[in-house]
């Protein structure tokens, strides 16, 4: 069975928590499972991890390197700061699809920067939790025309 994994970055464990105004009402465990039945419907096994520290995302992107056949990464705000993120992609030479709940186009121009897109297979934004779903549609469609 394909194993991808899917990434969150920092605050994303407060999805659904605080600021539902902002960010909508649905938790991270909801995301988590939408990801896995997706995943189960697409004939892929799906492990969700989130942490709130750049080094321990890098961390994760090396180990992925022999565990995984590709990434859905929401990096959170380091998306518009973390060159390191961006090298730690180039260097695992996995498919990577960058994944935002919003359209980070339309909010703030510090968000239009992205550091990942330039490394990512293609970017997700402005679908809500619905967007990890498209994202793992479009991952392992990539992963089955490379096969
Ligand atoms: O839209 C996205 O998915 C973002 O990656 C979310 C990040 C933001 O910095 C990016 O520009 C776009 C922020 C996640 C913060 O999540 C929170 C959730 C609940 C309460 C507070 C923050």
């Given amino acids: 069975m ?36 997706t995943g189960a419907e697409l004939g892929a096994e799906v492990t969700c991890f989130q942490t709130n520290h750049e080094g321990v995302l ?30 730690a992609i180039k260097s695992v030479d996995l498919p990577v699809v960058e994944l935002h709940l ?9 968000r239009h920067k992205s550091w990942i897109a330039p490394v990512a297979i293609g970017q997700i934004c402005g679908f809500g939790a619905a967007g990890y779903a498209l994202a793992l549609r479009a991952l392992l469609g990539h992963i089955e025309a490379q096969a």
């Fill in 102 to 110: 919003s359209n980070i186009h339309a909010r703030e121009p510090f």
């Fill in 2 to 37: 394909t194993q991808v994994l899917v990434l969150n970055g920092p605050n994303l464990n407060l999805l659904g928590i605080r600021q539902p105004e902002v960010y909508g009402a649905t938790t991270l465990a909801d995301i988590d499972e939408l990801c896995r039945q």
């Fill in 58 to 87: 890098i961390d994760r992107i090396h180990a992925a390197r022999t565990e995984y056949a590709g990434i859905v990464l929401n990096a959170g705000a380091y998306t518009h700061t973390s060159v390191a993120l961006m090298d």
